[in-house]
């Protein structure tokens, strides 16, 4: 997710820079105002706690022991391997770095009839 917050800063920047340059050679004035309200919004009430979510760093109690319990669930053996494979043999050892990854294997696992 940190990926697509710096596209956005980088992206937006780009756009800051481009929209003075097109003022500075006068190709559009200085003094023009767009005011745009979007026909539907653009983060519907609903999205918003998922937006907010979505962006704040992944926690262990809430977002990899979940998923990890389920795969114990499901196959113990398979989480250990798992584990193993980030050379750890419990997950509070994991680094935060990697529960994304974690978590996204793990799914996988628990997905896989």
């Known amino acids: 997710m940190s990926d697509l917050v ?3 800063k980088e992206n937006t920047e780009a756009i800051r820079a481009l929209t003075a340059a ?3 050679s006068g190709a ?5 105002t767009v005011n745009v309200t979007p026909a539907i919004p653009v983060h519907p009430p609903k999205a918003e706690a998922a937006i907010a979510a979505a962006l704040s ?3 262990y109690e809430r977002d ?10 499901k196959n113990k053996q398979q989480l250990t391997n798992l584990l193993q494979e ?6 509070t050892e994991l680094k ?7 978590i996204q294997l793990a799914q996988r696992l628990v997905a896989d009839e």
């Open 86 to 91: 980030f050379g750890v043999t419990k997950g």
């Open 64 to 73: 990899v022991k979940p998923v990890g319990l389920k795969l114990a669930a």
């Open 28 to 32: 559009i004035p200085a003094d023009v």
């Open 96 to 102: 935060p770095g990697q529960f994304a990854e974690f």
């Open 22 to 24: 097109l003022i500075a």
């Open 6 to 8: 710096g596209a956005l």
């Open 57 to 59: 760093p992944l926690d």
